[in-house]
């Protein structure tokens, strides 16, 4: 089964860094696009920051120059790191991964998965 599992979410203060990971688990052919969202109370969920397999990554305006996306092709995993956070980075953070699955027999189909969510809470 499938699955794509946070880890790292928590408090901290304004001004504090935390740094978010997520493991894709079961099998699949190939993973394209990752990236984590966040979805606030009251709100609609937003991007955050997407890196493709070859690692160009792309952030929203709110994060640049304090969010840093990364990822390992060969552990599968994408890791957020960040820094400098402030009362509005309060949300539930989602990690997303395109992927591809299936097999020789049954062919193969693109997929987008998401994790389960983890709090983050920057208190002021």
């Known amino acids: 089964q499938v699955q794509l599992v946070e880890s790292g979410g928590g408090l901290v203060q304004a001004g504090g860094s935390l740094r978010l990971s997520c493991a894709v688990s079961?099998?699949?052919?190939?993973?394209?696009?990752m990236g984590w969202y966040r979805q606030a109370p009251g709100k609609q969920r937003e991007l955050v920051a997407v890196?493709?397999?070859?690692?160009?990554?792309n952030y929203s305006d709110s994060v640049k120059g304090r969010f840093t996306i990364s990822r390992d092709n060969a552990k599968k995993t994408v890791d957020l790191q960040m820094n400098s956070l402030n009362s509005e980075d309060t949300a539930v953070y989602y990690c997303?991964?395109?992927?591809?699955?299936?097999?020789?027999?049954?062919?193969?189909?693109?997929?987008?998965?998401w994790g389960q969510g983890t709090q983050v809470t920057v208190s002021s």
């Open positions: 079961g099998k699949i052919f190939t993973i394209n696009d």
């Open positions: 890196i493709t397999t070859a690692g160009i990554t």
């Open positions: 997303n991964a395109d992927l591809v699955i299936g097999s020789i027999v049954d062919g193969y189909r693109p997929y987008d998965y």
